[in-house]
């Protein structure tokens, strides 16, 4: 399994970015995937899911309204939309996808939001 994410960066408050995470060494099609953050000094936090076909999805209720998440099962991605984006989403981001046994993370893409 092998998770690679991008478009991270600096953006001031209120703007918005879109992360991408980029799958390979599974069938991408048959499993969840979701999206942790780690923000400076703090532990993990769970921020959203998408199921393997794209028609459910849920999220932390700090960014519900404001972050989408979706799926391209033909391009192997998985998307993290990030509107009106404050300075408490400045974090980490890192894709993941969970079996019995394990779970599974990229090297994570910086997010900053300041002004």
């Known amino acids: 399994v092998q998770l690679v994410e991008s478009g991270g960066g600096l953006v001031q408050p209120g703007g918005s970015l879109r992360l991408s995470c980029a799958a390979s060494g599974f069938t991408f099609s048959f499993y969840a995937m979701g999206w942790v953050r780690q923000a400076p000094g703090k532990g993990l936090e769970w921020v959203s899911q998408?199921?393997?076909?794209?028609?459910?999805?849920s999220y932390a209720d700090s960014v519900k309204g404001r972050f989408t998440i979706s799926r391209d099962n033909a391009k192997n991605t998985v998307y993290l939309q990030m509107n009106s984006l404050k300075a408490e989403d400045t974090a980490v981001y890192y894709c993941?996808?969970?079996?019995?046994?394990?779970?599974?993370r990229g090297k994570g893409t910086l997010v900053t939001v300041s002004s």
């Open positions: 998408i199921s393997s076909g794209g028609g459910s999805t």
């Open positions: 993941n996808t969970s079996r019995s046994d394990r779970n599974y």
